[in-house]
């Protein structure tokens, strides 16, 4: 219970903007965030997280909050990603995804990256309808600012993670 609280008022909430981690999370999920700004980020494959989109991502005239990105952590620091055949390999051994579901296709936007050691490869769940480190490449440390750990709305979805 200490623990739980202690994790509420270190965080932050947000909402689900868009359509690219779906079925994991869907428009207008409200989420709670860990604040990591300022905090050592271990971060492991399969968090989702709440990053800043890089300036070549973000829309023109964007000043709704849409400068921030639900995604989910693939690959970690000084990894070698590679896109072949809509899979994904890490260090050249496929990588296991169980949080997909269904048709996997989807169009890779670049074949092959080097992580550097502070950096994450961050995509959405729903691969076709996602702008991330597929289009940008990867995310910095420093622009990752939560990882998402409870989903409460809409209650019937209530979920830790």
Known sequence: MIS?????????????????????FNRGDHVLGEL?????????????????RPVIA???GASDGSNRDLKRVVGLPDEYICLRDG???????????????GHR????????????PK????????????TDSSLYGPVSQDGVLARIWLRYWPI??????
Do not use: C, H
């Not at 296709?105 to 550097?116: C, K, N, P, V």
């Not at 950096?119 to 996602?130: A, H, I, K, M, P």
């Not at 019937?156 to 993670?161: A, L, N, P, V």
């Open 87 to 101: 899979s994904i390999y890490i260090n050249e051994a496929l990588l296991d995804e169980p949080w997909i579901a």
């Open 4 to 24: 739980f609280i202690t994790r509420l008022f270190r965080s932050r909430p947000y909402k689900v903007d868009g359509e690219s981690m779906i079925p994991a």
């Open 36 to 52: 990591l700004v300022g905090q050592r980020k271990e971060l492991s494959r399969g968090d989702v997280v709440v990053s800043e």
């Open 105 to 116: 296709s989807w169009e890779a936007r670049g074949s092959q990256w080097i992580t550097g």
């Open 119 to 130: 950096e994450y490869w961050l995509l959405g769940d729903n691969r076709g309808y996602s």
């Open 156 to 161: 019937s979805s209530w979920k830790i993670f």
């Open 58 to 60: 973000i829309r023109p």
